[in-house]
């Protein structure tokens, strides 16, 4: 995964002072950058027997689609409070300084499938933690919980124990 890595620019002090900041954009531009993270994901999955994969908003929904066609599963997007149309069922979750919430369709998961959560990052992992329990709460099992980059001191795996996480490149850093 080193030649990914070497597509990611690496932008220090931002959003604020201190923060280094990996960003895809410029992986996303490359097209053979771009096939290798849905040909490493594919991969790391294609046994898992995925019914739908799930995209997290908003990048996570760069990824999920093309990562279902890979599959041969559906894509169903969780999103921010307000921008689904039809009945939802969400879940809040605490931030370090704070909370967030997450939505998606209350049909877009139905009982026993198999589920993908997939975004572009894993920091902390509470978003992801968070998809993880609206998948469980409304009856899915969670295949996998896949990521492009995962910034390893920030220890997120912890809040995702017992799924099978799945990460392209990590950062130490």
Do not use: W
Request: charged share 25%.
């Amino acid at each position: 995964m080193d030649n990914l890595k070497s597509l990611i620019r690496e932008v220090p002090d931002f959003p604020k002072p201190g923060i280094l900041f990996y960003d895809i954009t410029t992986l996303l531009k490359d097209p053979a950058g771009l096939r290798g993270v849905i040909d490493g994901l594919s991969a790391h999955y294609r046994d898992a027997k995925v019914d739908v994969v799930l995209g997290i908003e908003a990048r996570g929904f760069i990824f999920a689609p093309a990562l279902a066609c890979a599959l041969n599963a559906g894509f169903v997007p969780v999103r921010k409070p307000g921008k689904l149309p039809a009945e939802r069922v969400r879940v809040t979750y605490d931030l370090e300084y704070g909370t967030d919430t997450l939505e998606m369709h209350k049909d877009a998961v139905a009982p026993g499938q198999r589920v993908l959560i997939v975004d572009d990052l894993l920091a902390t992992g509470g978003t992801a933690a968070a998809a993880a329990r609206m998948v469980r709460e409304n009856g899915g099992v969670v295949a996998g919980i896949g990521f492009v980059v995962e910034l390893t001191f920030l220890n997120g795996r912890r809040k995702l124990a017992g799924s099978d996480v799945f990460s392209l490149m990590q950062y130490d850093k």
